[in-house]
């Protein structure tokens, strides 16, 4: 069974606030499953991946942000798709300042800034949690299909998808953009115009690439086979089209590079 570290983030909160987000996000823990875990508070720094009392065995990483300023999460998105000690990662927003009293602390969502009702959230993140693809739409290059219906305990999964590799011209144009990158020298920008002079229909049905839509298959750590919702992200769910060598190069390149914002013509 795997550790769950859950973190109450409330830097200067005072004792009862953080006595009511600990109540908050324990009883999220429990709605998810998660079992016996080692929970802390205001935990320094953050998120260290180095830290061996957290993570000397692969764990579930849980933070509970108690913040009226939502997270960022940018700094640390490289670190926690290419980390092998962090198991899921999973964001709650434990502030909440809807109501009349201003500082209101209602079920914790995993979105921060919007509420979810408790059903339709508790359903997505199952199906996360279980190794479903929770979106609609397959990333670029793979495929959604029906996956065999689940159940755990009294909870049951009736439409349960999963990611399984795409047409083959697809998955060529995903690896393609990748050796671009990190083994020719191509910027986002560069592999757009390259793109669009070879007529490459884009992803989504669209005809055109753009920085924005490379950025986003070149960053995303569906091709190597991890699952993501929202801010949370599990490893080894679904088949890899991308090897994770390539993969974690080019996060590493990308990372260290100002974001593109238009194509040269």
């Not at 700094?75 to 434990?94: M, N, P, Q, V």
């Amino acid at each position: 069974m795997f550790k769950t570290t859950a973190i109450v983030h409330a830097p200067g909160a005072e004792n009862s606030q953080l006595r009511v987000m600990v109540k908050k996000l324990k009883r999220f823990l429990e709605r998810m499953s998660f079992y016996q875990p080692d929970i802390r508070i205001n935990n320094y720094p953050l998120l260290d991946i180095d830290l061996p009392q957290i993570y000397r065995n692969p764990s579930n990483l849980i933070i509970g942000w108690g913040l009226a300023e939502k997270p960022d999460w940018s700094g640390l998105e490289y670190a926690i798709k290419t980390s092998s000690a962090i198991r899921i990662f999973i964001a709650i927003d434990l502030y909440e300042t809807h109501g009349r009293s201003g500082r209101v602390l209602l079920v914790p969502n995993l979105k921060n800034g919007r509420y979810w009702r408790h059903k339709s959230w508790q359903s997505k993140c199952k199906q996360f949690l279980m190794g479903g693809f929770v979106s609609y739409v397959a990333p670029f290059g793979m495929k959604r299909v029906p996956g065999v219906s689940i159940y755990s305990d009294d909870y049951g999964l009736s439409n349960y998808h999963t990611l399984v590799p795409g047409a083959v011209h697809e998955i060529e144009i995903v690896r393609l953009m990748f050796d671009l990158y990190v083994n020719h020298g191509y910027t986002m920008a560069g592999i757009t115009n390259l793109l669009n002079a070879q007529g490459v229909s884009a992803a989504n049905k669209s005809k055109v690439w753009n920085p924005k839509k490379v950025r986003n298959i070149i960053t995303s750590a569906f091709y190597i086979g991890s699952n993501q919702f929202g801010p949370c992200i599990k490893h080894n769910v679904f088949p890899a089209i991308v090897d994770r060598s390539t993969f974690y190069a080019a996060q590493e390149k990308i990372f260290e590079m100002p974001v593109e914002t238009s194509v040269s013509t």
